[in-house]
């Protein structure tokens, strides 16, 4: 299966900074392009660190340490009181930024972006080369892009490399229709095993937003052992390798 690499959605113009760049210049550059984050590169554009809205804003919280807090953030102040000491004396970009930063590898898919923004709770990522050079930035709107894809090139993806190359079915064996990125499964399959993997391969294509399925099938496969039902069809070992 062919997913969406990170270097063809990622913006290349990437504003940065250095880390030695005061406070109120990475705000004021954050302000100025509308953005809320920006990596830290040093001389040879290796990515230190990522300053974000976030970081300025604790920075200014850390600095009211004397404020009254409710019992259960006793807790979580404590965990985060050496963090919070350093952006309270932050005086650059340097001092504030998250270090080190999460990043990515330009051919990387875009569901690994998405799952490393989710586990990570960042919005953009830096998009390193080998050396940790900063190449671009991917960001949660260029994420979403693959869904901004046409229905008919979606459908022509579901056709050649769901249907003909990986199920190796004749073009037409299938009904496939595409409204607004969810697709419809139309037809007569040989083996009810098939069935779930047809949607599931469906599904993983990108800017598929959900698959609904009206497959049949004309031969019962489901009382075959594993191994038998390996023979008749395509293995689970081998789609893992998609």
Known sequence: MKHRLIDQVMNRDVVTTSPEVPFKEVADL?????????????????????????????HQAARDDDAPRPWYALRRRA????????????RTAGDLMT???????????VA????????HRVE?????????????IVTRSDLLSVFRRPDGEVRDEIVEDVLVRTLWLAPHTIDVRVLDGVVTLTGKLQRRSEVPIAIRLTGRVDGVVSVIDHLSYQEDDSHLRPTEQALHGITEEWLRKI
Do not use: Q
């Open 30 to 58: 954050l302000a100025r392009h509308a953005i809320s984050g920006v990596p830290v590169v040093d001389r040879d554009d290796k990515v230190l660190g990522v300053v974000s809205e976030t970081d300025l804003m604790s």
């Open 79 to 90: 965990k985060s009181a050496r963090a919070a000491r350093t952006k309270a004396g932050g």
């Open 99 to 109: 270090s080190p930063a999460v990043t990515i590898g330009p051919r990387r898919t």
């Open 112 to 119: 690994e972006a998405a799952r490393t923004m989710a586990a």
């Open 124 to 136: 953009r990522l830096p998009v390193i080369d080998e050396e940790g050079r900063l190449m671009g």
